[in-house]
């Protein structure tokens, strides 16, 4: 592997928080064709300099997932279990996971460093979120409603949303006012199993 590419990535990594696009790439590995271009970013993940995560997105090993999504889909908001690690409102933090929701169809991208998971959500319930260091995070009152609420469409998750959850945390004003935009099935499922909580 040619040592002048690899210190390229090696400068560039910390500016674009160790992922790369291709465009990135381009710059990166320098002028060429694009079959050269190609041929280089194959030896770079052979090597073991960079990961593909998927077609057109790279990643350092020192990457973070939490980067990653966010590169893969700006739009996707980090929430359940997640958020709720991060806020310590569950102990057991999903280890090598992320989970971020987004309106369009469910992705799931599994690469060396871990999975990152995509669900899908309407328009409509696409709010709760603020971003944090270019990242958009939910808040940990959204993050507890789409867990109930992808509990309720059949989704597990790694921890017991009835169980592992501590709510003494969480505002249920702002819950509530979340809930207005629900389905009154859904609300009525909510209020039936964690309506007793604060």
């Known amino acids: 592997m040619d040592n002048k590419i690899v210190n390229s990535v090696q400068r560039w990594a910390a500016d674009l928080d160790e992922v790369f696009t291709l465009s990135d790439l381009r710059v990166v590995v320098g002028e060429g064709t694009e079959a050269a271009m190609y041929k280089k970013v194959a030896r770079l993940v052979d090597s073991g300099v960079l990961i593909k995560v998927k077609r057109g997105i790279y990643a350092t090993p020192k990457a973070s997932l939490k980067v990653i999504s966010s590169r893969i889909e700006p739009e996707a908001y980090l929430s359940t279990g997640t958020v709720l690690a991060r806020s310590a409102i569950i102990s057991s933090i999903p280890v090598r996971r992320v989970q971020a ?3 369009g169809r469910p992705r799931e991208y599994r690469c060396s460093l871990g999975t990152i998971e995509h669900l899908s ?3 409509r319930l696409y709010f709760g979120f603020e971003p ?5 995070y939910a808040t940990p009152e959204k993050a507890f409603v789409d867990v109930c609420y992808f ?3 059949g989704k597990r998750f790694s921890f017991d ?6 709510t003494e945390s969480l505002c249920k004003k702002t819950i509530d006012a979340y809930l207005d ?3 009154p099935r859904f609300v009525s499922f ?3 199993l ?3 909580r604060w």
């Open 194 to 196: 964690w309506g007793d």
């Open 121 to 123: 959500i309407s328009r």
């Open 132 to 136: 944090a260091d270019g990242i958009l």
């Open 151 to 153: 509990s309720y469409r």
């Open 181 to 183: 935009h629900y389905d």
């Open 161 to 166: 949303p009835a169980s592992d959850v501590n």
């Open 190 to 192: 909510f209020n039936r």
């Open 101 to 103: 929701v987004k309106v």
